[in-house]
């Protein structure tokens, strides 16, 4: 079970945090007039004190209507960078710059242009999962929550190329009746979760649901009653009957399942090694800590090239357009 704890600091001198943080926070959002954006990955402490949590999609939504001056975003580089790209002249901050993502690492833009110019009329729809530089690259941007509609309103006879996510790719694929050439990018957390001890887990709880999210691989899949981006897992436990749920996502997103259905089992599905690589590590970079001295220094910033926002923007806007 996750649980919500609040840091106890010493007494304030020059070089030290205050005592309570969630109140430091609070004063400095006002005065800089921020929002603190949280993906659902992100430690419960940050999830209780941020004005949204959401997935991809959703924090995609927020970035563009918000009306405040400053950003900052609890999540990883590509998420920030996105809010960037919709806000060009907006401060977005980010608690730690090395909050980056393995998925993004997977498809390095300078092979990727090679890769769409060799497959010279398709379209080229890229999960958000992606840097600035692949964004400029593309078409269009999905996320998990709405891939599958976005290729459903394409023409049947438009090539597409999708990436960077194989794994998001062979599910969308399926369900759309769709082929698509796949770039064979893959996201560490997703791929760690192991068939052997899922189906041990179903033993161990014969009356729990697994649900799982579309970046982990087929064989663990196939043993999910439902998939879903991380909203909609959470949209699921709440309307099912079931009282048990074997959960294939990053574990954050349990501190919201516990929250809504406090009365509710949720068992995080185990990795293939003993470890804890079910946890994202460039999540788990931010801290309540980081973030309050993110913005008390505003630093660190995200700043990307003129050409870079422009080229990536339209993307973006036709992702937002075609989820509506």
């Known amino acids: 079970m996750f649980t919500t704890t609040r840091p106890n600091f010493p007494s304030q001198t020059t070089d030290s945090l205050p005592r309570d943080l969630f109140a430091a926070i609070a004063n400095l959002k006002q005065e800089l007039n921020a929002v603190i954006l949280a993906h659902y990955y992100q430690d419960p402490d940050i999830q209780d004190i941020a004005d949204y949590i959401g997935d991809s999609l959703g924090l995609s939504r927020q970035a563009a209507d918000t009306n405040a001056a400053v950003i900052v975003f609890a999540g990883v580089h590509f998420m920030a960078e996105t809010a960037k790209i919709l806000n060009p002249h907006k401060l977005v901050l980010l608690p730690d710059l090395d909050a980056g993502c393995s998925l993004a690492d997977s498809c390095p833009p300078a092979e990727f242009a090679q890769f769409k110019a060799a497959h010279p009329g398709h379209l080229v729809i890229s999960y958000i999962n992606c840097t600035a530089e692949i964004k400029a690259l593309s078409d269009i941007i999905c996320t998990s929550s709405n891939a599958v509609s976005i290729v459903r309103q394409l023409p049947k006879d438009q090539p597409i190329i999708f990436a960077p996510d194989r794994n998001l790719g062979r599910y969308v694929m399926e369900q759309t009746g769709r082929e698509m050439v796949l770039w064979q990018g893959s996201c ?8 052997k001890k899922m189906v041990q887990l179903k033993v161990q709880y014969p009356t729990a649901e697994a649900i ?3 970046e982990c691989e087929p064989a663990v899949l196939r043993h ?11 949209n699921y436990v709440q309307q099912s009957s079931s009282t048990e749920f074997i959960v294939a996502t990053e574990p954050g997103i349990i501190h919201q399942m516990q929250k809504a259905e406090p009365a509710k089992k949720f068992i995080p599905a185990p990795p293939i090694n003993n470890c804890a690589c079910n946890e994202c590590p460039h999540m788990r970079l931010n801290t309540l800590e980081k973030l309050y001295l993110c913005m008390k220094n505003r630093t660190p910033e995200i700043t990307l090239s003129p050409d870079i926002q422009t080229a990536a923007l339209q993307p973006i806007q036709r992702m937002l357009e075609m989820s509506l």
């Open 188 to 195: 560490m957390v997703h791929e760690t979760f192991s068939e």
């Open 212 to 214: 799982a999210h579309p």
């Open 224 to 234: 999910a009653s439902y998939i879903g981006s991380t909203t909609a897992l959470l």
